[in-house]
Each structure stands twice: as structure tokens, then as C-alpha cells.
């Protein structure tokens, strides 16, 4: 398994992060994105309105590497963060069955090469998978 229970009950519980990627240029672009974790296969899907058009989808088709990060604030006294990072490769599909169905049939799919969590279950973690 790729991710931890720990982390994948905390991705369950949470539905936006936010996606870098980097043009040929060397831009940075990031924003926020509805995400979808397949435990089974240890992949996380990116879906959106019209993702086929935007930057990060381009960036990508063009072979940008990826960072998700997902987190929250879960108290503020006594102060309490917690949240995880995937970064890994991508791909951009077209023509793709959407997560849901009102998203268009563009997705991003993420394949995870490190993982760092922190506030989860116990100290920071950093692990490459």
C-alpha cells in the first residue's frame, strides 16, 4: 500500500488541495483542485470544468513533475496543522470517463514518488515509494 490508513483517512475527509507544476519555461503555476484517491492502485485523480484548457494540464502534457498538497488547520488552540505532500510524475488524459459527472473528460492522474505527511498519526513523515 502506498499511502497509510492514517493518510488515506485524512485525504478521504478532505476535497480540495492545491496543484504545482512547471512549465518548459521554468513558471511555477499553482492552484487549487479537486482530487481523487484510488487506494487500490496508490494514484491520485485530478478533475476539474474545462481542466483540458488550463495551465496546469498543459504543463503537464508537456512533462511537468507534480506536487499535491493537501492540509488543514485543525485547531487553533492549541495550534494544530496537519496536512500531506505528494510529489510524483503525471499524466494528462483526454477523452477520460470524469470522477464525477458535471467535470469535464480531461483528468490529471498522479503516480506518487515521495510522500511527506505531518499532524497524522504521530511525528512528520518523509518516505519515497
Known amino acids: 500500500m502506498i499511502f497509510t490508513q492514517a493518510e488515506l483517512d485524512y485525504l478521504a475527509g478532505?476535497?480540495?488541495?492545491?496543484?504545482?507544476?512547471?512549465?518548459?519555461?521554468?513558471?511555477?503555476?499553482?492552484?487549487?483542485v479537486n482530487f481523487f484517491v484510488d487506494a487500490a492502485?496508490?494514484?491520485?485523480t485530478i478533475g476539474g470544468?474545462?481542466?483540458g484548457v488550463s495551465k496546469k494540464f498543459r504543463n503537464v502534457q508537456?512533462?511537468?513533475t507534480v506536487s499535491l498538497v493537501v492540509d488543514d488547520l485543525a485547531s487553533?488552540?492549541?495550534w494544530v496543522?496537519?496536512?500531506i505532500e505528494i510529489r510524483g510524475s503525471a499524466v494528462a488524459l483526454t477523452d477520460h470517463e470524469p470522477p464525477v459527472p458535471y467535470f469535464s473528460r480531461e483528468i490529471?492522474?498522479?503516480?506518487p514518488a515521495r510522500i511527506i505527511s505531518w499532524g497524522l498519526d504521530g511525528p512528520r513523515s518523509s518516505r519515497k515509494v
Open 49 to 51: 470544468h474545462a481542466l
Open 108 to 111: 490529471i492522474t498522479i503516480t
Open 41 to 44: 492502485s496508490g494514484t491520485i
Open 81 to 83: 496543522v496537519r496536512g
Open 76 to 78: 487553533v488552540d492549541p
Open 14 to 32: 478532505q476535497h480540495i488541495g492545491r496543484l504545482a507544476t512547471v512549465s518548459p519555461a521554468g513558471d511555477v503555476q499553482n492552484n487549487p
Open 62 to 64: 508537456q512533462g511537468s
